[in-house]
């Protein structure tokens, strides 16, 4: 028995009737529809349905695509016609055959992506609650969630689980705002000048978790305003690779908070650092205040966001000096123990009392975890010490020796 695949535009209304006919029929076509277009190309009826099924007066706010497969005898009835654009080919069935066309669908209709336009508010049942929640889980792969965050970053606002529109707009212009890029020469001046009076009893703890997983979890608990999570920053491109699906502590990051929009605002950081050739790159860094964070590691949005405050500053590309400059190998420890203090006290400039910090540059840029835990032991229980009220070093990892050298720092 041989098929042939079609994909279907459909708005809100109509997706309610393919439900309640447990996704085995599409509902007959109004009296001034005369016939009914599936089409062969998903991205055309993913662009029919983003453009289009999101903007009805009649007051369909969502559009999806669907997939199905037909028997090919059936399919082959209707030639494809061409209506523009290269990928645009429809097959046009009059209306009175729509119901013989239904009988040869084989298998039921599947729904691949949802669209949520502009004046969206509430889905029209529960039952298309869930499945939206269920198509955003199924399709969210890194680089999926990179082009929703992108999405939900121009348009200013996101739909959260329970269907609510949660707007960001206000969050995102005080982040970009207030966002700061600090010269080399800015933090030597800083970190030599006499620090805060603040003094706590410094908490240190070390957890098997992600950055933003510490993020959430401490924003629970902590003043927002005072948390500070350290990005381990991509020296050339903002959100490292992260739209390309790329995955790494800071593309976990971009992929799901305003951070990339803060990143953009410091655009010089990155032309000084594509202009250089020393993978040492510069103690040059950018601070993003109030960054909304609203996913969770694996995509979901939150109810409503939390708010974080990012130091981004690239560790030394250890593995790249040593192999294209071996005569500088040994300045690698002493510069990130520059970069450190500056950094350190960069967050204590601004405030920030609870700090998520981590195995920073201990991935491909293959810095030694046990040399930068002990870098950060010298500062947090010298320079530093009792500066903050709390430290919490995530280091997501199944490798021991990439662990057990930041646990140390806490006996």
Not at 122 to 131: D, M, V, Y
Not at 275 to 284: I, K, L, P, R, V
């Amino acid at each position: 028995m041989k098929t042939t695949t079609l994909y279907r535009p459909v708005g809100e209304k109509e997706m309610i009737l393919i439900m309640e006919s447990g996704f085995k029929k599409f509902p007959p076509r109004l009296d001034w529809q005369p016939i009914f277009y599936p089409v062969l190309n998903e991205e055309y009826a993913s662009e029919i349905a983003e453009k289009w099924n999101t903007r009805d007066e009649a007051g369909n706010y969502l559009g999806f695509v669907t997939r199905f497969e037909v028997l090919e005898e059936i399919a082959d009835n209707y030639p494809a016609q061409n209506v523009g654009a290269r990928n645009h080919n429809e097959l046009w069935v009059p209306s009175e055959e729509l119901k013989s066309f239904n009988e040869a669908i084989v298998g039921d209709i599947k729904v691949t992506k949802v669209f949520i336009g502009d004046d969206f508010k509430k889905a029209g049942n529960t039952g298309l609650e869930e499945l939206m929640l269920n198509i955003k889980k199924l399709t969210m792969t890194n680089k999926g969630m990179a082009k929703d965050t992108l999405d939900i970053l121009a348009k200013k606002y996101y739909i959260n689980e329970h269907n609510e529109k949660i707007n960001i707009e206000n969050e995102l212009e005080i982040s970009k705002k207030e966002t700061v890029l600090f010269t080399q020469e800015q933090l030597s001046e800083m970190a030599e000048s006499s620090m805060p009076e603040n003094t706590f009893e410094t908490q240190f703890e070390t957890r098997n978790c992600s950055s933003l997983k510490a993020i959430l979890e401490l924003a629970e608990e902590e003043n927002q305003e005072k948390l500070m999570c350290l990005n381990f920053a991509s020296a050339k491109n903002p959100g490292g690779g992260f739209i390309n699906g790329a995955e790494a502590q800071e593309e976990s990051l971009a992929r799901t908070s305003g951070l990339y929009e803060s990143l953009l605002q410091a655009w010089d950081y990155y032309t000084i650092h594509r202009a250089m050739e020393s993978c040492f790159y510069t103690d040059t860094m950018i601070y993003s205040p109030k960054v909304p964070v609203f996913r969770k590691d694996k995509g979901e949005l939150l109810p409503k966001p939390v708010l974080c405050n990012f130091i981004t500053s690239p560790a030394v590309n250890a593995g790249v000096v040593k192999r294209q400059e071996p005569e500088r190998a040994h300045e690698i420890l002493s510069a990130m123990d520059v970069r450190m203090d500056k950094m350190l006290s960069l967050a204590l400039h601004k405030g920030n009392e609870v700090l998520i910090l981590g195995a920073w540059g201990c991935g491909v840029f293959k810095n030694d975890p046990k040399e930068i835990a002990g870098l950060f032991k010298k500062h947090l229980q010298g320079k530093y010490k009792n500066k903050f009220k709390r430290v919490v070093f995530a280091v997501l990892t199944r490798k021991e020796e990439m662990l057990k050298p930041f646990e140390e720092i806490v006996l």
